[in-house]
Nanobody, 122 residues
């Protein structure tokens, strides 16, 4: 069973930065496509960024240049570095894993964490 645990959420002012982490079951990050998704209050969940097993990345258009997804296969940990945060980035951020080796922000994912809340104030 794949387990995903997010951390690093919190409150930050607009323009600030945060780094989210997702600790996954052993070897998950190495062998699964991984991604970050978010859901704002009253809105549908949307893809933020994904990283495939070969390290290739994909981003939602509005996150390009502000967010960076990365992973440490040895630590089985996924990261999301967020900068230039805006109030519109306020959401619960979820870590997800997909059984495919390659995925995009539009891909269906198979396993989900419980999420970590990010609040950006103006």
């Amino acid at each position: 069973q794949v387990q995903l645990v997010e951390s690093g959420g919190g409150s930050v002012q607009a323009g600030g930065s945060l780094r989210l982490s997702c600790t996954a079951s052993e070897s998950t990050v190495r062998h699964y496509c991984m991604g970050w998704f978010r859901q704002a209050p009253g809105k549908e969940r949307e893809g933020v960024a994904t990283i495939s097993t070969d390290g290739s990345t994909a981003y939602a258009e509005s996150m390009k240049g502000r967010f960076t997804i990365s992973k440490d296969n040895d630590k089985s940990t996924l990261y999301l570095q967020m900068s230039s945060l805006e109030p519109e980035d306020t959401a619960t951020y979820y870590c997800a894993a997909g059984i495919s080796r390659w995925c995009t922000v539009y891909s269906g994912m198979n396993y989900w964490g419980k999420g970590t809340l990010v609040t950006v104030s103006s």
